[in-house]
């Protein structure tokens, strides 16, 4: 059975920062591009940040270039997201999700963690 548990969640002032983890389970980790999705509310799901296997392409959403980091662990098979600078913008709940080619849209990522909230507020 396909597991992804995400933690690292909570709320922060503006300028603070989260370490988002996603820790997989039931698949071979390694083999599978990763993604990092947000979900507001009555907006689209966005991605965020995506990582192929061995991490040699990754790319972000403009709105987080230089202060997201994405990377993986595929020894403890875990993909992690690295918040500096958060803004209130930022607020959603975040969620890892698993693709076959690091290619494909949001409809091709196959399992879905649960999500956990970030919350950027004074």
């Known amino acids: 059975e396909v597991q992804l548990v995400e933690s690292g969640g909570g709320e922060v002032p503006p300028g603070g920062s989260l370490r988002l983890s996603c820790a997989a389970s039931g698949f071979t980790f390694s083999s599978y591009t990763m993604g990092w999705y947000r979900q507001v509310p009555g907006l689209a799901c966005e991605r965020v940040a995506r990582i192929n296997t061995r991490g040699s392409a990754i790319d972000y959403t403009d709105s987080v270039k230089g202060r997201f980091t994405i990377s993986r662990d595929d020894a403890k098979n875990t993909v992690t997201l690295q918040m500096n600078s958060l803004q209130p913008e930022d607020t959603a709940v975040y969620s890892c999700?698993?693709?076959?080619?690091?290619?494909?849209?949001?409809?091709?990522?196959?399992?879905w963690g649960q999500g956990t909230q970030v919350t950027v507020s004074s």
């Open positions: 999700a698993v693709a076959l080619d690091y290619g494909l849209p949001i409809s091709g990522y196959t399992y």
